[in-house]
């Protein structure tokens, strides 16, 4: 019996009150094991634990078709069809509520199972560091899955009040238990995310390394904390994720008062996790690429690879076998400044119309494949190619640009000879440490206050920007002198160095942001000469804050204030 995609208070039911665990391994049909069966078998127990690794995010979603990043020619898109008026809380394709799921696993794992396994009979070494570090992973993820609920989940209630989401930190055992369920108060929740991070780096290592040869219990060291384990969340993706719940806690939406304390409480974690990098010295130029190496220092927590094609069949242009179906927008393209660092709109820039590509920032050339590129030998013409070209087939750009950010160009789909390359699912990197630091800074300390750190805002923000390729020295970030202006700055730059990471559209909502909610997407039928729009989105105010499931506020919890 398989585990589906359920309502918090079904997704439970699947586990309280049973006295087996035929929900959590697929039994023969004359063989179903009990609980007594996996506590006796240390792999089926892990296997339990495992399971909570099932449904991380994906920067393969895209969720940037519902903002005005991109657009997608799949007329059935989810995040599309939400954009233009679908959105529901009866049809939330931006749900995490799923991710109870998971927490159920981990909340059973912890509570019925963990103490009670052998975990090795071999080595007494082995036999008490294997289950703590088990017990990390457990309250790591359970804090992870919770932020994903709480950011996609938490609002006000009609009564104004600003809710966070039920958080899981037991097994629910019972119907009573279950019906008895809440939403907590926003900050509460954040509490509570923050107490389980605590409880994992007590209990996990920052990063999964092999012991010096010498070590005593090197073999089991290794076994328990080593590089075998890399993939496995650790102390650094929890450090992490301590520094993003504070940037959403201290963001507008959750921050009415913009009380300062919570951006330094921001800022400091995410120095944390900039120190534990090595600082700002250590960013380097091919952090841009990261997805084309599964080595690169950038990537703090990502899952195994895979030899595949799928990618490339997804996004490559319908002249190389793709189908094109994430088109970014002109909107995104304008977001890039010019290689001198300067806005393409701003006084001096040297932006030429009539030449809309040439000396812009080098991170739109590895992102954005647009008319007159070179991609993989060929010129993509995406004005009046029979199929390249905008609206050409069902495969074309609809916005006269393609996606190239993940894919990897040995790919070949051609017909008879297909070549695949190695991808991963990168979950967590450390680029994005820096411009929480950047945000967080800036807002409680000024574009140049360093607070009890070494550098400003200015300071991460020029690193970023040189080794992405702007010139030296950048005149624009130094032109900046006010809060404001650096605000807007850090923005676009978190905008350009996260695409397609599944971060716009929940940043646009934490800062309040109506005007990119709604901000029509542009494309051009001419090259990128002209821009026009292409499609509205259609979002009310009151959707800053995502639904609640309705099923279970039909069981009792509080909608979040314009849902019906």
Partial sequence: MKL????????????????????????????????????????????????AYDNLPTTLNYTEVAVDDAHSNNISNGYMLAALGAWRSTSDPFSQWRNYTQIAYINYFLDRIVDDVKWSYTSKWRA?????????????????????????????????????????????????????????????????IEKDIERALQLLPDRYENAPTGTPDKEDYDAVYGSRNTNRISGLAMKMLRARVRLLAASPAFNPANNTVLWEKAAESAAEVIDAFGGLSNLTPNRVVFYLDKSNKD?????????????????????????????????????????????????????????????????????????????KGSVINTV??????????????????????FTNESVSLETGNVVPAIHFNTLMRFTEAFLIYAEAANEAWGPDGTGPNTYSARDVMAKLRETAGLDQPDSYLASITSPADMQRLIRNERRLELCFEQVRFWDVRRWLDYDAMNAPVRGTFDGGLTAVDVKERVFERYMIYGPIPNDDVVKGLIQNDGWN
């Fill in 4 to 51: 589906k995609k359920l309502t918090i208070i079904a997704a439970l039911s699947v586990l309280a009150g049973t006295t087996g665990c035929t929900d959590f391994v697929e039994p023969g049909k004359d063989n179903v094991l009990t609980r007594e069966d996996v506590i006796a078998n240390p792999v089926l127990a892990e296997g339990i634990l495992l399971k």
């Fill in 128 to 192: 008490e560091h294997f289950p703590n570090r088990l017990k990390g992973e457990a309250y790591a993820l359970r804090a992870y899955h919770h932020s994903l609920i709480l950011q996609a989940h938490a609002g006000r209630s009609s009564s104004g009040e600003l809710l966070g989401v039920p958080y899981m930190d037991h097994f629910i055992s019972s119907k009573q238990e279950q019906d008895g369920l809440q939403r907590l108060p926003f900050t509460e929740c954040v509490g509570k």
């Fill in 299 to 375: 990537i703090l927590w990502r899952e195994d690879y895979t030899n595949s094609s799928n990618l490339e069949k997804a996004q490559f242009p319908p002249s190389l076998n793709g189908s094109g179906r994430v088109s970014p927008s002109q909107n995104f393209v304008d977001a890039f400044p010019m290689k001198s660092g300067y806005p393409i709109d701003a006084d001096g820039s040297g932006f030429d119309k009539r030449n809309p590509f040439e000396g812009r920032d080098p991170r739109l050339a590895q992102y954005v494949i647009y008319n007159g590129m070179v991609f």
């Fill in 384 to 405: 009046d190619h029979p199929s390249n070209g905008i609206n050409r087939t069902e495969y074309s750009t609809c916005t006269g640009y393609y996606l190239r950010k």
